[in-house]
């Protein structure tokens, strides 16, 4: 693990870190030659804030038991893959992302919950008062992975889908999308996702989501977590193909919890990135002709979105700390004297 972490050191201590949980409290450590502390580090990143927030709140209150262990926790986008299967790492990260299915094969990350977007309520409207439109609103994030397929710089599904919306407002017939920035975007012309500036949107509370039939989840530098609130409305998730995946995706199923677009072909046998008017076109003929079929998928999202709260977190946590610590038998007697060497450095352990 030293070593590993040595490699490691590239990413900043706020992002990448070790926890050690011993008798039940969570200890941050910066560096393995450091000190273990309760107190979260000076700097640290939102998600460890949450996670202290929450994970270590339970802890302290008893309301869950974790085994004693020691892992690297890191809460970078984990763009960089620090899991790459290439990298002949010593032990996994938990991590919040991962890639699956992109070169040198799936990234070996153990994927852990972020504690950020929780759904903590399902979200619904009368389906007949939403707004027949396929709606985002998002900051301009952009993982750049599709520039190969799309022959296109950036080749950002965020920007374009929202330069489609744009297009088909100034055109008078923005009846498909409605896909908004929130913030403005300069990056323009003939080779990029946009051929002209996009217009600022304000960004929207949650629960304006579920004002729309479709909603759309878009990726922003890898995968979007907001995906999991989508799926807490009675609307349909409208999920853009994509290699980035958090803890639970593996479970979830094309039009079984969701519609995908993105990274087809069009009828000439090319890559097209505006294959989501066919699929709207798609599941609004699917609500027509079989509305119950439609609210199935719905309701099915919404039954994982019941599962994807703070208390399953927390417990995903556990179960996945229990199956990491069994992996070493000598955990326990390298967490003994690992300990006693804390102390002597000086920790209140
Ligand atoms: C992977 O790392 C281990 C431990 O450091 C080393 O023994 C082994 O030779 C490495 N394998 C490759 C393919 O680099
Ligand atoms: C809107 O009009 C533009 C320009 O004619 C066209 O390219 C686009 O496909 C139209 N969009 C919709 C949703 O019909
Ligand atoms: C994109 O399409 C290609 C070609 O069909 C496929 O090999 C790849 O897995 C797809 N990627 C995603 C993320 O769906």
New binding site residues.
Partial sequence: MYSYYQNEAKLPPHILVLILIYNNRLYWLTHPDGRAQLELPERASQYMHQLDRHLGKAMRAGWIKLPNVLFIYNTDDNSGRTGNPNRNITVPPFSLCKSR?WFHGDDLDILVPQMIAIPDALHSVPWHLKKDLAFFRGVPSCSRIWEQ?YKREEACARMHLAYLSERDRRAGNATALDVGLADEYKVVGPDKSTPYELPKFERVPLSTHAHYKWLLNLEGMVAAYRMGQLLSMNSLVLYQ???FIEYYYRSLQPWVHYVPFW?ATGPDGEPVMDDVYRVLDDVRRLDREQPAALQRIIANAQGVAKLLGKQMRLEYYRVALERYKNLFPDMDPYLDSYVQELRKRGSDI
């Fill in positions: 299915g397929t193909r994509s290699i990274n």
